[in-house]
Every structure is written in C-alpha cells, then in structure tokens.
C-alpha cells in the first residue's frame, strides 16, 4: 500500500468493517463531547469520518482525497493566528516528525480557551507486547518526542513510533509543561481494554462480536481510572490553549 492510495483504502475499509465503525464512533464521539464551540481543523483526517459527529470540521491530511478539504502538514499550518476553536487528531501525532513544531502550531492558531483533542496509542504494561509484536509500527520508548531539528524531505509521512503520546503525556509531562506553558494538560483518559485491540483496527479480522461492542466499551470506560495505567491501549488527551 502506497501514500497516494491510503486515505481510500481506510474508507473502503471503514465502510465493510461494522465493528471498526462502532469502537471508532465511540471514539469520535468522545472527541466531540471536549470540542469548544467553533471552527474545528482535523488533522490527518484520512478516511473522512468526524465530520458526522462534528459538522463544523475542516478536514487536512498529507495526502489529498475527494472527501478531504485541504491538504497540509501539521508542521506548519497554512491557517491564520488565532482562528481556531479547535484541532483533532485521531492517530496522527505519532507519525509527526517534529511533534514540538505541530504543537506550536496549535498555540500558534488556536485563540484563547482553544483546545487540541487527540486519540492515539496507550503504551501501558499490558498494551507494550501487543504494540511491540503485533503491530507494523514501532514502539520507541528511548525517544526524545519534544525534540526539535530539520526536517528530513525523504522521511514518508507514515513513519512512526508509537511511544509518542505516551512519552509526551506520561513520562515527559513536566518537560511538555515547561516547554508549552500556554498550553494547559486538561485530561489524559487512558482507556480502551479488548474492543479496541480485538477489533483488528482496519485490518480485516476481528475477535470481537460487533453485538457485543457497544456494551464492551461502556463498561471499559467505566473502569479507565482503576485499570487504564495498567492495561489502556488507547488515550484521549485534550488540551487547551490558556486565557492568558
């Protein structure tokens, strides 16, 4: 699979798959429930799909696609300072080169009470062998995520380490805070037990009964707080721009 084809191969994928559709709806609609009032810009919107749950979405990604309304690198945004209510991303920020450059990009175009919600990989004891040997993607957890540099041109937009948020938001907090102190950490959710990982993601198998889904993710959130150090596979971070 290709760059170029991607974004249309997630969809395909969205739309054959009903259980990817009800673990990636509770997603977004979390998501939705953190957004501030206003103009919503999606980052690495791939397939297309938040913009059901928020309609005032601008949806971006590296690559173009029908669905998709503008094309950009998160590194450096083509959005006027201060017109922002919000960004999303779902999956995205540990593909970012330069992590520290989006996320002064977000204090750049975000306006005052303004806030970053993301979704992405939870590297807990539990969810570490899975993401380690069952997942394309790397687990790097000696990574500096904050540090800054050129850029590489023939870096592809799909290289990651999936370690990122975690190390952001987990072990690198207080380096995060003091590099961004007009950014405020709101909530770090650290969620999402079996449904996720037994749902194969946009692969094309699944453990999990799509019956069963629904009533598996009610009761996962239920138990973020007592189980979510231990065993998440996901986390949702929202964060938000000072008044100040």
């Not at 999956?91 to 993301?118: K, N, S, W, Y």
């Not at 904050?146 to 948020?165: F, K, V």
């Not at 707080?225 to 938000?240: D, K, S, Y």
Request: aromatic share 10%; proline share 8%.
């Amino acid at each position: 699979m290709t760059a170029t084809d991607r974004p249309e191969d997630y969809r395909k994928i969205w739309k054959s798959k009903p259980i990817l559709r009800v673990v990636y709806t509770d997603f977004y609609r979390r998501i939705a429930e953190r957004l501030a009032d206003g103009t919503t810009l999606e980052i690495g919107g791939g397939s297309g799909n938040l913009k059901a749950f928020a309609p005032s979405v601008i949806s971006s990604d590296v690559t173009g696609a029908p669905w998709l309304d503008m094309v950009c690198d998160a590194q450096s945004l083509p959005i006027r300072s201060g017109c922002l209510a919000n960004i999303v991303m779902v999956d995205v920020l540990h593909h970012v080169e330069r992590p520290v450059r989006l996320l002064r990009e977000a204090v750049r175009t975000l306006r005052p009470g303004g806030r970053v919600v993301l979704c992405e990989p939870a590297i807990t004891p539990v969810s570490y062998p899975f993401y380690c040997w069952f997942h394309s993607e790397p687990v790097d957890m000696s990574a500096d995520p904050l540090s800054d540099g050129p850029l590489d041109p023939n870096r592809s937009a799909w290289t990651a380490n999936q370690a990122i948020p975690s190390l952001i938001f987990g072990r690198k907090r207080q380096v995060f805070a003091d590099t961004f102190p007009e950014l405020a950490l709101i909530e770090v959710a650290r969620f999402s037990f079996l449904a996720y990982p037994g749902s194969g993601g946009f692969r094309s198998w699944s453990l999990i009964p799509v019956g069963i889904a629904r009533g598996v993710l009610k009761v996962e959130w239920a138990v973020r707080r007592q189980f979510g150090p231990i065993a998440a596979f996901r986390m949702l971070v929202t964060i938000e721009k000072r008044q100040s």
